[in-house]
């Protein structure tokens, strides 16, 4: 334990004290230990993968990481989402580092949006308009035209590092095989946060059986013409994500369930180009030279019946649990640390008051 010795050894620690343990150190993790820092509690997290690492498990850095609302989503959901947006907009009005851009968008839709689709997003995204026929391909039922946030992870995990070690917060690189084994790890912590994304599938005292991997490929094409995000909204999954910081885009996408596999599948690479030159064919061209591609693959921690957010006691402990985010993660993160640190709170003030 060596630098964390004192924790265990005192006896009366203050409630508002005790360390907050967060399994997990991808985008979940990392942006709720920034959250409730920033809140003034003590956080330490616990990971096999932390930011910087390149398994391709740890999905946070291989995201597409676009801010896109969700269709089909509660309207809490919605509220996450946006309480994400207004987080990541602040971070790209006033500090580069962290690695998040505006950028116009084009959205095609290949049927006109139903009663829960993803259109309330205009009441968060700046200048939406729906576009006229003739300034989308006529192919289309619809389009819209409005600017959104893109995260390059690349830059956003270390930024996020870096913050969390500066506001005091603490790393520990350890794979656990359960919560059991972290209580013990901090007997005087009484708030323990799982965001272990996949890891809840196989942690011991956890075994969610309805968490699932699903691999993603992608290519990234380096280019100058890196402003503007297409995205294809209907059954052809298909989108063109600017990262303006890396002189690139990202080429996508693809889902396959419960395949873990490294290694680059060339079919799947040249039909993402086929799709994004066929949706933005002024950014991608149809032969691109192989010098400018390069391949990205992540396996991200899905879940049947959407993400897990919950807060239950455990004994003396509260467990909050915030996994399952698929290819959310991003779109969602500050939106669920926001509601983790209710959580959290709550806790305290329940605390506060019994005694």
Known sequence: MGQFDHINDAPNLPFSQRPIII????????ATARQLLLNGFPVILVAEYLPGDQDIRYASAWAGAAWHSAGGITADQRYFQAITHRILLKMAQEDPESGVAIVDTREYLEQAPG????????????KFRELKPGEFPPNFNCAWAYETLVTDPTLHMPYLRKQINALGGHFIQKRVESLEELYKMFPESSIFINASGIGSKVLSDVKDENCFAERGQNVFY?????????????KEYTYVIPRPMSKGVVL????????????????????????????????????????????????????????????????????????????GGYAFSYGIAHEVVKMVEKAERENVIEE
């Open 23 to 30: 399994l997990g150190a991808g985008i979940i993790g990392c």
């Open 115 to 126: 009663p829960n689709s993803a259109i309330w997003g205009r009441s968060v995204v700046s």
């Open 222 to 234: 380096r280019t100058d013409k890196c402003d503007t995000m297409y995205f294809r909204n209907g």
């Open 252 to 327: 996508g996408g693809v889902k396959q369930q419960d395949n873990l596999s490294p290694d680059v599948d060339m079919d799947i690479a040249r039909d993402e180009i086929t799709r994004a030159h066929r949706l933005a064919p002024g950014i991608v061209p149809e032969n691109p030279p192989e010098d400018t591609l390069s391949y990205i693959i992540g396996i991200r921690p899905s879940r049947k019946g959407g993400f897990r957010l919950d807060s239950e006691q455990i004994g003396a402990r509260t467990v909050v649990s915030a996994y399952g985010f698929g290819g």
